[in-house]
């Protein structure tokens, strides 16, 4: 365990209130409709602990991919139930496709509670087809009593944050010095504890340098909006917004073999949905475990060297320029702040790489190239469809 203890007794209760709170639509309808088609007594039948069945707990947990129950045995012991929903409309990918890549996950956090001692929760059964049984892709694994930040509050409470920057401080470090020679997914786990690579869902690989990533990631790429949605969210800026975003992939092309000042591996594991939102606390903001290990593969640095989701800003040069004063500071107080936390970070995480005694601080380092950093955000905010003017963010890359 990462940092303090917990117990079920101390625990007040899940926070899952988003499912029972969602407003009459779709995507209401969707999570009932699926509620109804899975066979909850097939899901029990696999979770049995010393013979003995569990019961289902009426509480529901809902994310935008899953739905969560709780299964409890007689003698209190819990485990928690991940079933994943159907892909969305517009989904590309093949239930074979999908089906390595929950392999990739679960391979991922087996070679994950190897290799470090994050505390990540023990699986104890799975089935990833789609047509199984149960009427889902599930995993059945260990309960963690806390809850997920997601389900605490959008941001990082004030009263813990000292307490939590330094644990994920700790875990990013650790993931830092968890290494694979390529960039890719980790598909198998070989007898030596060495593991397979594999491709990358929707940009291949695996790649030996980082060179071939930025290359691969700039034809394949897509914003997370149509060209519509972004002109509507772009207000007078439309045009400008518009060809900044339609010209940036071709600029990361263009800089592909510039972009990292490591291109060759090793290459450090990066989960590119980790952060506040996936680890899991207690009641005095202990972190007790990291969940949701789906978007992990070994990444180029500049990518791993990306604060973690909690922590994270527009890069300025992208943002509207009336959130900045004349001299470049924030206008607004939550943003300053937010900076103010992203350099006790790199504190943070600095005085972990030295107290675990490696020679090298290439995660303090990486989070202190402000260039490529945010230049990294960027391509990150690309892929979620966020307006912004991505061209003086590369302008600025090429600028020193």
């Not at 496709?97 to 505390?119: D, G, H, N, P, Y």
């Not at 389900?151 to 401080?169: E, F, N, Q, W």
């Amino acid at each position: 365990m990462e940092s303090g203890t917990s117990s079920l007794e101390a625990f007040s209760g899940y926070r899952w209130t988003y499912f029972f709170e969602l407003p009459e639509g779709a995507l209401r309808s969707r999570a009932e409709s699926f509620l109804r088609s899975v066979n909850w007594p097939g899901l029990l039948e696999f979770a049995t602990k010393d013979g003995i069945s569990g019961t289902l707990l009426s509480d529901i947990g809902l994310g935008q991919n899953h739905m969560v129950r709780i299964i409890e045995f007689p003698d209190g012991t819990r485990w928690l139930a991940r079933l994943e929903l159907p892909p969305l409309p517009g989904s590309e990918h093949s239930e074979d496709v999908l089906v390595a890549k929950r392999s990739c996950e679960i391979t991922t956090i087996s070679f994950l509670r190897q290799m470090t001692s994050i505390r990540i929760p023990q699986i104890y059964e799975f089935d990833l087809r789609s047509d199984c049984n149960v009427g889902a892709p599930f995993t059945i694994m260990e309960c963690l009593p806390g809850n997920a930040g997601m389900d605490i509050a959008m941001t990082i409470p004030p009263v813990y944050k000292h307490k939590i920057l330094r644990d994920l401080a700790k875990i990013h470090v650790q993931l830092s010095k968890t290494l694979l020679p390529k960039i890719g997914t980790i598909t198998s786990i070989n007898e030596d504890g060495t593991c397979q690579q594999g491709p990358i869902p929707g940009l291949g690989g695996p790649f030996d340098t980082a060179t071939q990533f930025f290359q691969a990631w700039a034809t394949k790429a897509k914003f997370g909006v149509t060209d519509e949605q972004l002109r509507q969210a772009s207000g007078a800026y439309a045009d400008e917004i518009a060809q900044s975003v339609s010209v940036f992939a071709k600029s990361i092309s263009d800089l592909a073999s510039k972009l990292s000042l490591r291109d060759g591996g090793p290459f450090p594991v990066w989960n590119s949905d980790w952060g506040w939102n996936n680890n899991v606390y207690d009641e005095d903001g202990n972190l007790l475990g990291s969940v949701d290990w789906e978007k992990t593969f070994a990444a180029p640095w500049e990518l791993f060297a990306d604060y973690p989701l909690g922590l994270t800003t527009i890069p300025p040069a992208m943002d509207a320029p009336w959130n900045y004063d004349e001299n470049g500071y924030p206008k607004d107080a939550e943003l300053a702040q937010r900076f103010a936390d992203q350099q006790e970070y790199i504190t943070a995480v600095r005085q972990e790489e030295i107290l675990i005694g490696g020679t090298e601080c290439r995660l303090s380092q990486g989070l202190s190239d402000t260039r490529r950093q945010q230049l990294a955000s960027a391509m990150r905010l690309y892929l979620d469809g966020k307006p912004g003017f991505y061209s003086k963010v590369v302008d600025q890359f090429m600028s020193r």
